[in-house]
């Protein structure tokens, strides 16, 4: 043992050179690795929503509430009905994953000085701007992009158990694979999440914020502000201003993309959910000025996370 | 020799408490420092300021660089542990390991892995499965394999049993220590480090009670244990700390010889703890 730590010194630079910082890129990802390490919640919940999903694909009974059975005779609509049932199925694992990663982002910040570790973390090379960064990282890019990627291969599980099914004769055969419609319903979800991330990134910015400023109960004090003020508000002055805001932030993204002009099942027929992508004004809505200065806003909450926890000092 | 560690009025205040009140010292390349000092007489704050963990007014240099605004720089020569179970709960040995070789440019990991080999800890394992001991084993294992010029450590051994403590400074002093490293620790157990440090800064209210090394100790302190009759003759001599053990005197002085005391008693260089003692209950009463 000792014979290494001198043979390792020996090797080592003399002392008073500097050595050069690991690339950022590298480090980054050493600490993108250990948010999943830590946080296992936001790889094992689309797991087991995956899982879940692909037992009530196996099991479950589809209904269809068409009037005009005929319909379904027709090739073009069994494949509407195959992206329709793509794009349910993918739905509650988006879900899981926002919340997933809500809690993710209030904890992750107020977790490492509950438990002192902070203390290690920063015995270490690592700017506070690059810890933080990892964490929208994670949030941002690396979550979301592995629940487009699960969601699409999950997709192809679900579309074999159905197929079985079918040729097991326990299914009517109400929908038809079209390699095409598959990859243009998940092009659609691609797109929509990307915008998702930019549209709601400021939220990410607040419960970083949060998580980074709490001393207690990261969780209350991320949701009372938003539930007391338009109250506040409210009781003071008989306005809505915030509660009109906050309600723009949630959903003014799917107003701007015109959401409620797609129509992908009607009385009397279904149409491919990648007919959307005709339908959705992705330029308008990546072209709002509200976008943009939420991500502006986003930059400016996740830069003062990175200020608390550059000063802060009371571990 | 260059100075690791360069302080000169350092100073911080938390609301009305002065944690640091104009502290100055110097730490030299290649030495074993202890911060001495009881609770809250400011060594963590001391420590804080030199890892850039807060913010002080004052002049501070740390191989050269600002703690504060350099931080980044200075923790790729600098490791530190804080105290004992700071190592997060859910890591993984394996994990640990892996997390420092992606972020330090001086780690090697086959020393930690070599270390880790004589100690009962398993690379499967979890920091929350290890006994307090073996999370230090763990950090100590992490620290040596980091080609760091200085490394700090407040109250390293901390509630850990006598064996894990001994082990711990002793792994330190043989596998890690070398004239181009500079080791700079706080600890209640003073007794245990006695054999160890080079140099001793007493630290109380804030302020530096007393800074020299060792061997400056043993030139300018004596300690002489008489019997009680001779006590009063002795006290002529201005002892600044007396104490009674077993019904003779102990005596403490500063800068006599021992021409001036032999005659008295018992002669001997006092221990840093006997010599902790007495400058800070000294500096009490006064």
């Given at each position: 043992?000792?014979?290494?730590?001198?043979?390792?010194?020996?090797?080592?630079?003399?002392?008073?050179?500097?050595?050069?910082?690991?690339?950022?890129?590298?480090?980054?990802?050493?600490?993108?690795?250990?948010?999943?390490?830590?946080?296992?919640?936001?790889?094992?919940?689309?797991l087991?929503?995956?899982?879940?999903?692909?037992?009530?694909?196996?099991?479950?009974?589809?209904?269809?509430?068409?009037?005009?059975?005929?319909?379904?005779?027709?090739?073009?609509?069994?494949?509407?009905?195959?992206?329709i049932?793509?794009?349910?199925?993918?739905?509650?694992?988006?879900?899981?994953?926002?919340?997933?990663?809500?809690?993710?982002?209030?904890?992750?910040?107020?977790?490492?000085?509950?438990?002192?570790?902070?203390?290690?973390?920063?015995?270490?090379?690592?700017?506070?701007?690059?810890?933080?960064?990892?964490?929208?990282?994670?949030?941002?890019?690396?979550?979301?992009?592995?629940?487009?990627v699960?969601?699409?291969?999950?997709?192809?599980?679900?579309?074999?158990?159905?197929?079985?099914?079918?040729?097991?004769?326990?299914?009517?055969?109400?929908f038809?694979?079209?390699?095409?419609?598959?990859?243009?319903?998940?092009?659609?979800?691609?797109?929509?999440?990307?915008?998702?991330?930019?549209?709601?990134?400021?939220?990410?910015?607040?419960?970083?914020?949060?998580?980074?400023?709490?001393?207690?109960?990261?969780?209350?004090?991320?949701?009372?502000?938003?539930?007391?003020?338009?109250l506040?508000?409210?009781?003071?002055?008989?306005?809505?201003?915030?509660?009109?805001?906050?309600?723009y932030?949630?959903?003014?993204?799917?107003?701007?993309?015109?959401?409620?002009?797609?129509?992908?099942?009607?009385?009397?027929?279904?149409?491919?959910?990648?007919?959307?992508?005709?339908?959705?004004?992705?330029?308008a809505?990546?072209?709002?000025?509200d976008?943009?200065?939420?991500?502006?806003?986003?930059?400016?909450?996740?830069?003062?996370?990175?200020?608390?926890?550059?000063?802060?000092?009371?571990? | 020799?260059?100075a690791?560690?360069e302080?000169?009025?350092?100073?911080?205040?938390?609301?009305?408490?002065?944690?640091?009140?104009?502290?100055?010292?110097?730490?030299?390349?290649?030495?074993?420092?202890?911060?001495?000092?009881?609770?809250?007489?400011?060594?963590?704050?001391?420590?804080?300021?030199?890892l850039?963990?807060?913010?002080?007014?004052?002049?501070?240099?740390v191989?050269?660089?600002?703690?504060?605004?350099e931080?980044?720089?200075?923790?790729?020569?600098?490791?530190?542990?804080?105290d004992?179970?700071?190592?997060?709960?859910w890591?993984?040995?394996?994990?640990?390991?892996?997390?420092?070789?992606?972020?330090?440019?001086?780690?090697?990991?086959?020393?930690?892995?070599?270390?880790?080999?004589?100690?009962?800890?398993?690379?499967?394992?979890r920091?929350?499965?290890?006994?307090k001991g073996?999370?230090?084993?763990?950090?100590l294992?992490?620290?040596?394999?980091?080609d760091?010029?200085l490394?700090?450590?407040d109250?390293?051994?901390?509630?850990?049993?006598?064996?894990?403590?001994?082990?711990?400074?002793?792994?330190?002093?043989n596998?890690?220590?070398?004239?181009?490293?500079?080791?700079?620790?706080?600890?209640?157990?003073?007794?245990?480090?006695?054999?160890?440090?080079?140099?001793?800064i007493?630290?109380?209210?804030?302020?530096?009670?007393?800074?020299?090394?060792?061997?400056?100790?043993?030139?300018?302190?004596q300690?002489?244990?008489?019997?009680?009759?001779?006590?009063?003759?002795?006290?002529?001599?201005?002892?600044?700390?007396?104490?009674?053990?077993?019904?003779?005197?102990?005596?403490?002085f500063?800068g006599?010889?021992?021409?001036?005391?032999?005659?008295?008693?018992?002669l001997?260089?006092?221990?840093?703890?006997?010599?902790?003692?007495?400058?800070?209950?000294?500096?009490?009463?006064?």
């Amino acid at each position: 043992m000792s014979g290494t730590v001198a043979d390792m010194t020996a090797s080592a630079p003399p002392a008073g050179t500097t050595l050069a910082a690991k690339a950022p890129g590298e480090v980054l990802i050493a600490l993108v690795r250990r948010e999943f390490w830590e946080h296992r919640a936001l790889w094992l919940a689309p797991l087991i929503v995956t899982a879940a999903l692909a037992v009530c694909v196996a099991i479950g009974r589809i209904h269809l509430q068409i009037e005009d059975s005929e319909l379904i005779q027709s090739e073009a609509q069994r494949v509407a009905v195959f992206t329709i049932i793509q794009a349910v199925l993918a739905m509650p694992l988006y879900v899981v994953g926002m919340f997933v990663v809500s809690f993710y982002l209030l904890d992750c910040l107020y977790a490492e000085r509950k438990d002192r570790s902070i203390l290690f973390w920063k015995s270490l090379p690592v700017s506070d701007a690059l810890t933080v960064g990892a964490k929208v990282v994670v949030a941002l890019v690396a979550v979301p992009l592995g629940l487009f990627v699960l969601a699409s291969l999950a997709h192809l599980l679900y579309a074999a158990i159905l197929g079985a099914r079918v040729l097991l004769g326990t299914l009517a055969p109400v929908f038809t694979w079209s390699t095409y419609e598959w990859l243009r319903t998940e092009l659609l979800m691609l797109l929509v999440t990307a915008l998702a991330v930019l549209w709601y990134a400021p939220i990410a910015g607040y419960l970083l914020l949060v998580s980074a400023w709490a001393r207690r109960s990261p969780i209350l004090l991320a949701t009372l502000p938003v539930v007391l003020g338009p109250l506040l508000e409210w009781v003071a002055f008989g306005s809505h201003y915030l509660s009109g805001f906050i309600n723009y932030r949630v959903n003014g993204i799917w107003w701007l993309l015109g959401v409620q002009h797609a129509r992908i099942v009607t009385k009397h027929a279904v149409y491919s959910v990648g007919t959307a992508l005709e339908v959705l004004n992705f330029r308008a809505a990546l072209t709002s000025i509200d976008l943009w200065l939420g991500l502006a806003a986003t930059a400016a909450l996740v830069y003062a996370a990175i200020r608390i926890r550059r000063y802060r000092d009371d571990s | 020799m260059t100075a690791v560690i360069e302080a000169h009025g350092l100073s911080k205040q938390y609301g009305a408490t002065r944690a640091l009140d104009g502290i100055s010292f110097n730490i030299e390349t290649g030495r074993i420092v202890g911060l001495i000092g009881p609770n809250g007489a400011g060594k963590t704050t001391a420590l804080k300021a030199i890892l850039g963990l807060t913010t002080f007014t004052g002049e501070l240099r740390v191989l050269g660089l600002d703690p504060c605004r350099e931080r980044d720089a200075l923790m790729r020569e600098v490791c530190f542990i804080a105290d004992v179970a700071v190592l997060p709960r859910w890591l993984r040995v394996s994990q640990a390991l892996e997390f420092v070789a992606g972020v330090h440019p001086r780690f090697d990991r086959t020393v930690a892995e070599s270390f880790l080999r004589k100690t009962d800890i398993r690379m499967s394992s979890r920091v929350r499965e290890l006994s307090k001991g073996m999370v230090t084993q763990l950090h100590l294992a992490l620290v040596l394999a980091i080609d760091a010029r200085l490394l700090v450590l407040d109250e390293p051994t901390l509630g850990l049993d006598l064996l894990y403590r001994r082990s711990f400074y002793d792994t330190l002093l043989n596998d890690y220590f070398d004239k181009q490293r500079t080791i700079l620790l706080t600890t209640h157990q003073v007794e245990e480090v006695e054999n160890l440090l080079t140099d001793v800064i007493f630290i109380n209210h804030g302020r530096v009670a007393l800074s020299a090394s060792v061997e400056d100790l043993g030139k300018r302190y004596q300690q002489v244990t008489l019997a009680a009759e001779q006590a009063a003759r002795a006290r002529a001599l201005q002892p600044f700390y007396e104490r009674e053990v077993f019904g003779r005197v102990a005596m403490f002085f500063e800068g006599r010889t021992p021409a001036e005391l032999g005659s008295f008693g018992e002669l001997r260089t006092p221990s840093i703890a006997d010599l902790f003692v007495a400058k800070m209950q000294g500096t009490g009463s006064r």
